[in-house]
């Protein structure tokens, strides 16, 4: 088992609610090499008014992370951001003043919790029409995908796909999105799965939920979630 990417993590120590010092971020990191993970991309959030972050304060404590971390062990390692689609960030992807994924083929969205905004479907619309693929982050967790599930249909018709938060299946965000992430599984509506880790103490949890991943779908799409789906959003493509 091995050579999985994980494309939402919060390892970025003092940014965000992710780890708070150097040292947690590498004991994060740590425990995601050791459960096969390769590459890992920090994605703080990028939320005005909660997390007032920009592409510079993000790239300053990317660095200043990375400078003060022993590389021995640790994963490949990458800089990106959780970005929550509101006006004012959706205005700084299109003028390429957001961060997406290294490559800038992809980028990460996330939504309120209990609507997804107006007119979103035009919005992943436009940002693929720039040459980001939108990526769904933990679409799940979201109070409408519960509810009705074919919500997300106009998402992927604009050309969106959706990543997996795969501690969803173990219970970490209740039964609702628990249930909601075994049903997206079953219709094979994920492009790719990740971590979200955001402390040292979410690596057991994460490797309970491999288990799971593995009962639910198999060694083979369990491949396909952690290792070819995270590569193939790197390079802007679906599979």
Request: aromatic content about 6%.
């Amino acid at each position: 088992m091995g050579g999985y990417v994980d494309l939402h993590c919060h390892w970025v120590a003092g940014v965000d609610d992710g780890v708070k010092t150097v040292d947690e971020g590498r004991a994060l990191l740590l425990g995601l090499a050791k459960l096969g993970f390769e590459r890992v991309v920090a994605t703080p959030h990028m939320r005005p008014g909660m997390f007032d972050n920009d592409r510079a304060t993000l790239e300053r404590g990317y660095e200043s992370t990375v400078k003060s971390l022993d590389p021995a062990g640790l994963p490949e390692l990458g800089l990106s951001s959780e970005h929550f689609l509101d006006d004012i960030v959706f205005q700084r992807l299109l003028k390429k003043q957001a961060l997406p994924y290294p490559g800038e083929k992809a980028v990460l969205v996330e939504f309120p919790p209990q609507v997804l905004p107006a007119r979103v479907d035009a919005r992943l619309f436009d940002l693929r029409c720039s040459g980001l693929l939108p990526v769904i982050a933990h679409p799940e967790r979201y109070q409408p995908v519960w509810r009705d599930p074919a919500c997300l249909d106009p998402l992927f018709e604009a050309g969106a796909c959706l990543l997996l938060d795969i501690c969803s299946l173990v219970g970490k965000y209740g039964r609702a999105a628990q249930k909601a992430a075994e049903a997206l599984l079953e219709e094979e509506a994920y492009q790719a799965a990740c971590t979200d880790s955001h402390r040292p103490s979410d690596v057991d949890e994460v490797a309970k939920a491999i288990e799971r991943l593995d009962e639910l779908v198999g060694e083979e799409e369990r491949t396909r979630l952690l290792s070819t789906g995270p590569r193939g959003i790197l390079s802007g493509s679906l599979s």
